[in-house]
């Protein structure tokens, strides 16, 4: 399978169906796959925080729902994240394509990439990297299992090196 | 009034004064409450309205929904039937000093919605015209924006907010969370119960 199937997989296995997402042609292979597909409801977003309270909103009446966003987006929603997710303890995966990783051409996406996992460290939130399909079902089923044992948002954190995208 | 037409309905209340009044009002598992993210609050509403078949209520405020005017937008396009966004316009942030917000500089939010494509749209400015306009909210397709004029008042004390439980006592009384044991262990009860 490719990364962007095995992605859709784990989702499926861990029952998440609405996504709420703000567009990003690194990743596009993924998300097509899911507007593609009938299970799962997906949501474009004006902005990342929007997305937070949509995926909240979700999961607050018994659907499971994830996140996908650009670093520079996680920017955008760190308040949602420490004012709505963490207090509410509401388990959402986010998963968060890096810019500023190898490759990267524009400097203005560099600082928010490169700080990203900081912020998530100091939010307290744990995060793994995905750069190959090899042992991918792994760490997406693990990371997700962990998400909602632990009733806390988990992030997965995309870079070029898995899905060989281009940056825009 | 909003309590007495909307029955078992879901309801999320803004942060703030409007979580406040709404715990003040009649407390009940239904009510989420938000105590921050400023802005969300249609947002989180949409969210349910995409996931559950019964009616959702949003009551949101001009300067939260000023925050993110996008979440109008991406009601528009949703257009789920089964969401009522009312929104208390007192034109001011009333918390924070009653500084003018841009509702009282020219921004109208009804038409806002409606430029987002969202159809059934009101103003009101009388309990009266909100409960007339509620009432055909909750008996037609949605979705609804209902702007709701109103003047800044006392606040009520504080509601005792804990947001973790907000979430639980609210989730667990839909069947889609707590009818998944798979999923949703916490929900369960003991066969015996």
Redesign the interface.
């Known amino acids: 399978m490719t990364w962007a199937e095995t992605l859709l997989a784990a989702l499926k296995r861990a029952d998440i169906s609405l996504i709420a997402y703000v567009p990003d042609i690194s990743i596009y292979q993924a998300t097509k796959l899911m507007e593609d597909d009938p299970y799962f409801h997906v949501v474009a977003a004006t902005r990342e925080e929007e997305a937070i309270g949509v995926a909240v909103g979700a999961y607050a009446v018994g659907r499971r729902s994830a996140v996908f966003m650009q670093s520079s987006g996680l920017g955008n929603c760190i308040n949602a994240i420490a004012s709505l997710c963490l207090p509410c303890r509401t388990p959402i995966p986010f998963f968060v394509n890096l810019r500023g990783e190898l490759g990267e051409f524009n400097i203005a996406q560099v600082a928010m990439g490169r700080a990203s996992k900081p912020i998530l460290d100091v939010l307290g939130l744990p995060h793994y990297t995905l750069t190959t399909v090899d042992g991918l079902d792994t760490i997406l089923n693990g990371a997700l299992d962990l998400c909602y044992a632990s009733r806390q948002p988990v992030a997965l954190c995309m870079t070029p090196l898995l899905h060989r995208g281009s940056l825009a | 009034m909003v309590l007495e037409n909307v029955g078992n309905r ?1 309801i ?1 209340s803004n942060l703030g004064p409007t979580t406040d009044e709404l715990w003040h009002s009649g407390h009940r598992d239904r009510n ?1 409450y ?19 078949e019964e009616q959702v209520i949003s009551l949101d405020g001009d300067g939260s929904l000023l925050m ?1 005017l ?2 109008i ?2 009601v528009g ?2 257009k789920p039937k089964n969401l009522i966004v009312i929104v208390w316009d007192n034109e001011e942030w009333g918390q924070t000093g009653h500084q003018s917000s841009h509702t009282a500089m020219g921004t109208d939010l009804e038409r806002v919605a409606q430029g987002c494509g969202i159809s059934r749209t009101a103003t009101v400015s009388s309990e009266e015209q909100l409960e007339t306009a509620l009432r055909e909210a909750l008996a037609s397709p949605g979705p609804w924006f209902i702007v709701a004029k109103i003047e800044e008042t006392d606040h009520l004390p504080y509601a005792p907010i804990e ?2 439980m ?2 639980y006592r ?2 667990a009384t ?5 009818s ?1 044991p ?3 262990p916490w929900l369960q009860k003991p066969e015996s119960s």
């Not at chain 2, 921050?36 to 947002?43: A, E, H, K, Q, T």
């Open positions: 879901p999320v989420f938000t105590w921050g993210s400023m802005g969300l609050c249609s947002s989180i509403a949409l969210g349910m309205a995409l996931s559950t993110n996008g979440a937008a991406t396009r949703e947001p973790e907000t979430l609210f989730r839909f069947p889609r969370a707590s998944n798979l999923t949703e």
